[in-house]
């Protein structure tokens, strides 16, 4: 089911010890995937949420050969047998949470650090001064963005940009100069759309099954009556138009409900994913793990390579009422993206503690290094960065039952508006250490480092 693609291009550094090879007629993307991964040219000036305007050519390599599908049920279940009846109990009888690191310091590759100079920050919800006193002292000096325009108009570049919010959407950032600046054209990864075409096709076994429904048709949706998918548009935010859908009927009225808002001159569209029904929960509480995956993209053309990590903290979502299997209408018993309840974090609230952490850290990670493996050659920078990076926020789930780990998608507004009231300094340094770390090649502000290295893998460390 691994998708192998036949490419024209030469293949990068960090790909050449797996040479692509012919793939069997079965297996190569319908004419009809082809076309939606094909995509437009991008128009950045819709602000926010361009990074899902436009679709890039996907350019994959070949997997190697999974386990048989028992098999690796068996293992999974193997693994998680000692956390279900932990995880399966609401807090007070599983114990307290316990709070430890997910891994001890790994090897990481290394790098130079990068050579101090210009910055601007320009942040909504993340701490610039956190950030000032992480780079001052490297002797990196901070600009305001009216004196990083006289630098553009002087010919200069500023060398480091960093931005979050609705920042994002200032158009004085689009043609400034930069040596590297926190936005790159990722759609294939930040459009769910897009990315569940790409894994439906190359790496199915990392998302729930799914569909994508447009105005006209269905792609083949079936939905029994009482068996639960959850239907989410494109384009929506914050759960907007996500509902459990429970029949062929309501299917039929979310697809008519689908709206150009969502599209921005495509055809509407949405992806219906089959409902996990016995989901990890925390608290008595459906759960979401919502962790920072950081992209780098070095150089442009021919010669640019693409590398990524992993933060090893995160956050966690819970539903507003408790789970209940059924009673598919209320919301708020199956939204779990909420982060309102209480000031969940990932590792240290996870069920089961610090050896359950380990295992779904090392999962995600290697879901990542999928994801990375079959995006590294549709993401770049923009055309006026030398380099770019971004901290997305990468949304999982886990079955209760055999401990496997999902991906659910992938965010370019990866919740740091939810930092001004959870935790927001120490979330803040997250991210922003993840910069300092990964990004900008400084050493480990802890005791070891606060990411891992998913993409490219099988390299010396």
Not at 28 to 55: F, I, N, Q, V, Y
Not at 112 to 139: I, N, S, Y
Not at 364 to 376: M, P
Not at 406 to 425: A, R, T, Y
Request: charge should be neutral; charged fraction near 30%; include cysteine.
């Amino acid at each position: 089911r691994n998708c192998r693609v036949s490419i024209e291009a030469s293949m990068s550094e960090s790909a050449a010890d797996s040479q692509p090879t012919a793939a069997p007629e079965q297996a190569r993307p319908s004419k009809r995937t082809a076309e939606a991964l094909e995509g437009t040219d991008t128009d950045r000036d819709s602000g926010p949420t361009s990074m899902e305007d436009g679709a890039s050519t996907v350019v994959t390599e070949p997997d190697t050969a999974s386990k048989p599908a028992a098999k690796r049920r068996a293992v999974e279940r193997s693994e998680m047998s000692s956390l279900t009846e932990t995880t399966a109990k609401p807090r007070d009888e599983a114990g307290p949470a316990v709070a430890a690191p997910v891994a001890s310091a790994a090897a990481v590759r290394i790098r130079p650090p990068a050579p101090p100079g210009t910055v601007l920050a320009m942040f909504e919800d993340l701490r610039e001064k956190q950030f000032r006193d992480m780079l001052e002292p490297k002797g990196w000096t901070f600009v305001r963005i009216e004196e990083a325009v006289r630098m553009g108009r002087a010919g200069k570049k500023v060398d480091l940009i960093v931005v979050d919010g609705n920042h994002n959407a200032d158009k004085r950032l689009y043609n400034l100069r930069c040596g590297s600046k926190s936005r790159i054209d990722a759609n294939v990864i930040t459009n769910k759309i897009e990315l569940h075409l790409l894994l439906r096709e190359c790496a199915p076994e990392l998302i729930p099954q799914c569909w994508i429904v447009t105005k006209q048709g269905l792609g083949g949706a079936q939905v029994e009556d009482g068996v639960p998918h959850i239907w989410r548009p494109e384009g929506g935010w914050k759960g907007d138009g996500v509902m459990v859908i429970t029949s062929q009927e309501q299917l039929l009225k979310a697809q008519d409900s689908l709206r150009p808002k969502y599209a921005r001159g495509r055809v509407p569209r949405a992806v219906l994913s089959r409902y996990l029904e016995n989901p990890l929960i925390l608290d008595d509480r459906k759960l979401n793990v919502r962790l920072y995956y950081v992209l780098v993209v070095e150089g442009q053309g021919d010669q640019k390579r693409t590398r990524a990590a992993l933060l090893r903290e995160g956050m966690i979502g819970v539903a507003p009422k408790p789970y209940k299997n059924g009673n598919w209408e209320d919301k708020d018993v199956h939204d779990s993206r909420t982060l309102k309840i209480k000031d969940y974090r990932f590792p240290r609230d996870y069920p089961g503690g610090a050896e359950a952490a380990n295992i779904f850290f090392d999962r995600a990670a290697d879901i990542l290094t999928t994801v990375s493996r079959h995006t590294e050659r549709s993401v770049k920078a923009y055309d006026e960065s030398d380099n770019a990076f971004e901290m997305l926020g990468c949304d999982f789930m886990v079955d209760a039952d055999t401990g496997r780990v999902w991906l659910i998608e992938i965010n370019f507004k990866p919740g740091h508006q939810q930092l001004v009231s959870h935790e927001q300094d120490s979330l803040s340094m997250v991210v922003l250490g993840g910069i300092y770390e990964y990004v900008l090649g400084y050493p480990p502000l802890g005791d070891s480092p606060c990411y891992k290295e998913v993409w490219p893998v099988g390299h010396p460390q």
